[in-house]
């Protein structure tokens, strides 16, 4: 490393903010990207032999794993032709120096619990049932932060969608004489996917929409947008963390947001297994 970098990295550290804004002021970001610019996206799936369906995502430096795990249980009293979709993210230590070791972080259960929201809109339940009231499907839907650079909701949401979609289940017959269920090893059906929504975010910092932020851009950021949208363009949530803000050029910045988002979702398409 020479001299100048090695400033350069110790006042990132001791002034992250003055840093930020010197970047900003030239028009450009820390990592070279464009406000607007996003970073590359691969998906690749099928690859834990062990798990019903997987997908590894990478959004830039940001990497998720995702395995599928389908077992048997017994519905809801309340709800019997319903089966469980049940997501779950886990923030490691070894994925950033943010996190420690020992039980879920509350950024961990945040996550999941918006992952949760999103992703009961793309498999109908019912469609989980084996037999009324007797046995259903429960989808344990676990993703692991590798390496964590930011945008973490983005890529968990992909890799989840991914790994869904490439879940096979094992034809089960119920058998109401003895009360057990009996999978077929040779027969399997993929599950029903009603959509494949897309999150896109955004942080605004200083009056500055930037897309996609970083580890390092987050902790400055104003404000959070995150817009998910589905195959069809259509909105499926959208979630401010921050007060509202205006952002240099002027108008509406959420409306900016979902229209960025929307034109980032046709860019996307066929990018998911």
Known sequence: ?????????????LHPRAY????????????GR???AWRDVSVNVGS?????????????????????????????????EDGFLVPNIDLPALCS???????????AQVLSDRLNEVLASIIPLKSLVIHSS???????????????????????????????????????????????TSCSRTVTTPLQI?????????????ATLLADPTAFEEPLLDTTISIVV????????????GPGVDVSGGGDTLSTCISAAKSRRVLLEGQIP
């Open 1 to 13: 490393m020479t001299d100048s970098a090695l400033k350069a990295s110790i006042f990132q550290r």
């Open 20 to 31: 930020l804004e010197r970047f900003v002021a030239e028009d450009i970001r820390p990592d």
């Open 34 to 36: 464009p406000f607007d």
């Open 48 to 80: 834990i032999s062990t798990a019903n369906g997987s997908a590894l995502v990478r959004l830039g430096e940001t990497t998720i794993v995702c395995g599928v795990k389908a077992e048997i249980a017994e519905p809801e009293l309340d709800t019997p």
């Open 97 to 107: 120096p943010k996190f420690k070791p020992g039980p879920p972080s509350d950024e």
């Open 134 to 180: 007797k046995a259903v499907w429960v989808l344990y839907v676990d993703a692991t932060c590798i390496n964590y650079d930011g945008n973490v909701f983005d890529a968990a949401l992909i890799a989840m969608v991914a790994a869904l979609r490439n879940t096979l289940l094992p034809k089960a017959t119920y058998n109401i004489e003895t009360g057990l």
């Open 194 to 206: 009603l959509k494949t929504p897309v999150c896109m975010s955004f942080g605004v910092f200083d």
């Open 230 to 241: 589905d195959e069809k363009g259509d909105l499926v949530s959208v979630v401010q963390l």
